[in-house]
């Protein structure tokens, strides 16, 4: 998937919508339950159904951070990271979070 360039994504909101970009939100994301030693040592027993289970959690984590990476590195700044899922009861606490961060 191709990132628009930060500056055009800035431009296009604030055209769109009225409305300046003040910070990334990165929200519900998975725990890093295993090193890489550890994953290694549980794909031999991957067809294990609760090792392929958690060892598809390891890789999820792994992208994500991949994905936080890419936004800080697009950004230059570190997305804020919030433990919540946005929706239900959460999403008071989410605002609240955030509110404190910016």
């Given at each position: 998937m191709r990132v628009p360039d930060w500056d055009a994504l800035r431009a296009s909101l604030r055209e769109r919508m009225g409305l300046p970009l003040e910070r990334v939100v990165a929200n519900a994301l998975d725990p890093d339950r295993f090193s890489p030693a550890e994953a290694k040592l549980l794909e031999p027993h991957a067809d294990h159904p609760a090792v392929a289970r958690a060892l598809r959690g390891h890789r999820r984590a792994l992208r994500q951070r991949a994905q936080l990476a890419r936004l800080r590195k697009l950004t230059g700044q570190a997305p804020a990271r919030l433990p919540l899922h946005s929706g239900g009861?959460?999403?008071?606490?989410?605002?609240?979070?955030?509110?404190?961060q910016l």
């Open positions: 009861t959460d999403i008071e606490r989410l605002a609240d979070e955030l509110a404190a």
